[in-house]
């Protein structure tokens, strides 16, 4: 995997990544985006797009939101959201669908 959406794209999904990236790897589940790791050429157009700094390069996802490299890359297992590798987000359209572990999510509060 190249690049990850983690925890500020929650319930937010701005799609100004999506509008940046050439390829067309990054699809819109119910509270988050997803990058397709098979589909996504490591171009990056879409880590400065994103106003609220939610896209990483896998290697430099910060700790504590690890866990979404891995629900990224599973949320393209047709065993758990049914959606494989649809080739290109366009063609798809809002999923409606999450990975079980975004839809149970409960963002952690900043502490003081």
Same mark, same amino acid.
């Given at each position: 995997?190249?690049?990850?959406?983690?925890? !500020?794209?929650?319930?937010?999904?701005?799609? %100004? @990544?999506?509008?940046? +990236? $050439? #390829?067309?790897? &990054?699809?819109?589940? =119910?509270?988050?985006?997803?990058?397709? !790791?098979?589909?996504?050429?490591?171009?990056? %157009? @879409?880590?400065?797009? +994103? $106003? #609220?700094?939610? &896209?990483?390069?896998? =290697?430099?996802?910060?700790?504590?939101?690890?866990?979404?490299?891995?629900?990224?890359?599973?949320?393209?297992?047709?065993?758990?959201?049914?959606?494989?590798?649809?080739?290109?987000?366009?063609?798809?359209?809002?999923?409606?669908?999450?990975?079980?572990?975004?839809?149970?999510?409960?963002?952690?509060?900043?502490?003081?």
């Amino acid at each position: 995997m190249t690049y990850v959406i983690a925890e !500020p794209c929650m319930d937010v999904k701005d799609t %100004a @990544c999506v509008q940046e +990236c $050439p #390829v067309d790897c &990054i699809y819109e589940g =119910d509270r988050l985006l997803y990058i397709h !790791p098979s589909e996504c050429i490591d171009c990056a %157009a @879409c880590e400065p797009a +994103c $106003p #609220v700094e939610a &896209i990483f390069y896998a =290697d430099d996802v910060p700790d504590e939101w690890k866990a979404f490299t891995a629900i990224n890359a599973e949320y393209f297992d047709p065993a758990v959201t049914g959606l494989g590798a649809p080739g290109g987000a366009s063609e798809v359209g809002p999923s409606g669908v999450d990975h079980p572990k975004v839809a149970a999510y409960e963002i952690q509060a900043a502490t003081p």
